[in-house]
């Protein structure tokens, strides 16, 4: 009981049009999302804004267990922690690289490192946690 990459990129078209991620990929254990980063994303200081990493984080967790478990809409965070290690190009799109750690019967548990496109640094890792409805695991 999986979903392919593009079953969820029709998914979230449909259910999620205001998104700017793109799916680069799926697998079994996580995903690969990419963000075009826009000019009204960017903070004083010409970096890409802390809210906008964390959707993008939030969003790669959510396609990661979509991957996993199927499309099951109400699958929600519950929780999402952020460390922003260094600043991000306001200039290149953002690669969220999405792990899931633990997958329980009503909690999975992702991890993401998010990039500058182009750099091995990473810029920002973040940890959250969804609620998948129980009949659905």
Known sequence: MSATKEEIS????LE????????????????????EV?????????????????????????????GKIGIVPL??????????LRKPSADARIIAECTLM?????LIVGEVSLYSEGSDDIVAHVVGTYSVPPERI
Do not use: W
Request: with cysteine; net charge neutral.
């Open 10 to 13: 029709a998914f979230m078209a």
């Open 16 to 35: 999620f049009p205001q998104t700017k991620c793109i799916v680069e990929a799926v697998s079994e254990h996580g995903a690969t999302l990419s963000h």
């Open 38 to 66: 826009g000019i009204n994303e960017l903070r004083p200081g010409g970096t890409v804004s802390g809210p906008v990493m964390m959707a993008v984080a939030d969003v790669a967790i959510y396609v990661a267990i979509l």
């Open 75 to 84: 699958t929600v965070t519950t929780s999402l922690t952020i460390n922003f």
């Open 102 to 106: 633990k997958v329980g019967r009503t």
